[in-house]
């Protein structure tokens, strides 16, 4: 197969990853806390000629090659809900979720209270305080989230004022490590330790949408599209080429 050939089918191929990553992020711009995905290429050099007429630059062809992609952790607009459980992260911070896999962490800040009274994400996983989930009490009322992540309620009918617990917050010095392990979660590998986050600070009846700006993420879908039938056509027209030059060869003089 010619080199225009294989740099076309490159391309192609790292412009459907891209449009996973693309299309990915347009399937969450209303998930809370969700941060986009972006995507990095870099050029692969590779030597296509071997005969010693081939000097220089002629020598190398250019091939494109997926380089890494990386999270955009930027933050994301807040919305008021006046849900009492609903808690926004101002910062870099993370929520420490448990799960059947381990600690996991999220940026969703939905909460909610299951039927055994523990604080639980959207898709019923435990938040975790200091001492482990957070259990509120069945008269348990005026839930109050602090900036720092403590949890006050008044209980009973005499009002008084208890203490049920203080979110855990944490930060990444390599946040770029984290990985994407669905429902909105990241697990942290060997190289992301997770450390008390004393910078963040949550806003109560506040919610974090997702970061995603669809006018953006929908103008890159169209592009991508665009470049890989732009591609398309070029492979098309070479094997058209090929076809071509293979038909006169074949001609027989009369």
Partial sequence: MENTLLVGLSRQMTLERQMDVVANNVANVNTNGF???????????????????????????????????????????????KNPLDVAI????????????????????????????????????PVLGNSGPIVL??????????????????EGVNRIDSVRGKLRLVSFAQAQQLLK???????????????????????????????????????RMIEVTRTYTQIATLLQQQSDLHKSAIEKLADVPA
């Fill in 35 to 81: 941060k986009a995905d972006r995507s990095l290429f870099e050029e692969f050099l590779k030597s296509g000629a071997h005969e010693d007429n081939f000097t220089g630059r002629d020598r190398r062809v250019s091939y494109v090659a997926e380089g890494s992609g990386f999270h955009d952790f930027t933050q994301g607009p807040t919305e008021q809900t």
């Fill in 90 to 125: 101002d910062g870099g911070g993370f929520l420490v979720v448990q799960t059947p896999g381990g600690e996991r962490y999220t940026r969703d800040g939905g909460l909610q209270i299951n039927n055994q009274g523990q604080l639980v994400t959207a898709a019923g996983n």
């Fill in 137 to 154: 009490q069945p008269t348990d009322h005026d839930v109050s989230i602090a900036s720092d992540g403590n949890i006050t309620v008044l």
């Fill in 181 to 219: 392990d669905g429902s909105n979660l990241y697990a942290a590998d060997a190289g992301a330790t997770a450390q008390p986050d004393t910078a963040s600070r949550l806003q109560q009846g506040f919610i974090e949408k997702s970061n995603v700006n669809s006018v953006t993420e929908m103008s």
